[in-house]
């Protein structure tokens, strides 16, 4: 079955301790991002990768970081998470056809942080 | 002004109703555009894609137009299955994705 998965779907942490995010795609999708979505504001989009080794910034990408050693994982890093950062992430992939393809989306992460 | 904005609603509608939603962009040179639908918090998915002037499919349409800058999306003959919010997407360049806020939609029995 073609996915997008995220570990863990539910987190609650402190301040300042790290913790990574993990997603996976089994479509081979080149193009990968993540997005954090809060009330009002809709999904704001944190960073993007375009392949392997190769990643940008969105709109809101201060306090995390991305790798994208292998294909199919994108891993979301928050090295010092604060309370502001609570939030829903999701995952998405899509091929790199260009930017009229579909998206698909993991079932979202819930990010409370204390 | 935003780069993608929605009527944050709610509408209420009831059951068999016609809702129309619009979604304006800033960007003129976007070529494609989305209408997704997610439910209560789930993760969003594709309802709809337009890449000329429109699209039909069933009870749902979606209209672009270029001049004014928006696109808008039609149900028709609303289902209480409809109840969702809608999500207008525009890509801003190769890899950049802008999501408008959403509508709110609850269709009553």
């Known amino acids: 079955e073609a996915q997008v998965t995220q570990n863990p779907r539910y987190l609650i942490t402190v301040t300042g301790k790290k913790l990574t995010v993990t997603c996976s795609q089994n479509?081979?999708?080149?193009?990968m991002s993540w997005y954090r979505q809060d009330p009002g504001l809709g999904l704001r989009q944190i960073y993007y990768?375009?392949?392997?080794?190769?990643?940008d910034k969105g709109d809101v990408p201060e306090g995390y970081k991305v790798s994208r050693k292998e294909k199919r994982n994108f891993p979301l890093i928050l090295e010092s998470p604060s309370p502001n950062q609570t939030s829903l992430y999701f995952c998405?992939?899509?091929?790199?056809?260009?930017?009229?393809?579909?998206?698909?989306f993991g079932p979202g992460t819930r990010l409370l942080v204390l | 002004r935003k780069e993608v904005e929605q009527d944050p609603g709610p509408f209420n509608v009831p059951e068999g109703a016609t809702v129309a939603f619009n979604c304006t962009y800033s960007?003129?040179?976007?070529?494609?555009f989305f209408w997704y639908r997610q439910d209560c918090r789930k993760e969003p998915k594709l309802l709809m894609s337009?890449?000329?002037s429109g699209n039909e499919d069933g009870r749902f349409t979606a209209q672009l137009n270029r001049a004014s800058q928006y696109i808008s999306l039609l149900i028709r003959d609303s289902k209480l299955s409809d109840s969702a919010t809608y999500l207008c997407?525009?890509?801003?360049?190769?890899?950049?994705?802008?999501f408008g806020a959403g509508t709110r939609l609850f269709v009553k029995a």
């Open positions: 998405a992939s899509r091929t790199g056809g260009g930017p009229g393809e579909t998206q698909y």
């Open positions: 479509m081979n999708h080149e193009y």
């Open positions: 990768s375009m392949n392997v080794e190769v990643t």
């Open positions: 960007n003129s040179a976007s070529q494609s």
């Open positions: 337009v890449y000329s």
């Open positions: 997407v525009v890509p801003y360049g190769g890899f950049k994705t802008i």
